[in-house]
Nanobody
């Protein structure tokens, strides 16, 4: 499975961005898709994940109420709508996919990773 992320950019605080991640290859293997982020000098952090049917989502506390994860299985694409962005959301955002539904917030549970896309929020 290959993952291609896009949609990052520079935005002012309070603004919005939508990230997209399209999967190709053996996508029938993918049960869960998620987003992680890594800010300079910090460890990679879980942001959100969604199960294949969209019935289960999970978010890190700092983005709840501001970010929404969704997926279009027909397009093999997962989205991360980011609203009310804050400077502390600045990071490289990476999408990931897991074969198992027994997936936690740990990056170790994810089997496939895409390249990152930079999100920069200015104050």
């Amino acid at each position: 499975v290959q993952l291609q992320a896009s949609g990052g950019g520079l935005v002012q605080a309070g603004g919005s961005l939508r990230l997209s991640c399209t999967a190709s290859g053996r996508t029938f293997n993918v049960a869960v898709m998620g987003w992680f982020r890594q800010a300079p000098g910090k460890e990679r952090e879980f942001v959100a994940f969604i199960t294949r049917g969209g019935g289960t989502t999970d978010y890190t506390n700092s983005v709840k109420g501001r970010f929404t994860i969704s997926r279009d299985n027909a397009k093999n694409t997962v989205y991360l709508q980011m609203n009310s962005l804050k400077p502390e959301d600045t990071a490289v955002y990476s999408c990931a996919a897991a074969r198992s539904y027994s997936t936690s917030r740990s990056g170790a549970d994810f089997d496939y990773w895409g390249q990152g896309t930079q999100v920069t929020v200015s104050s």
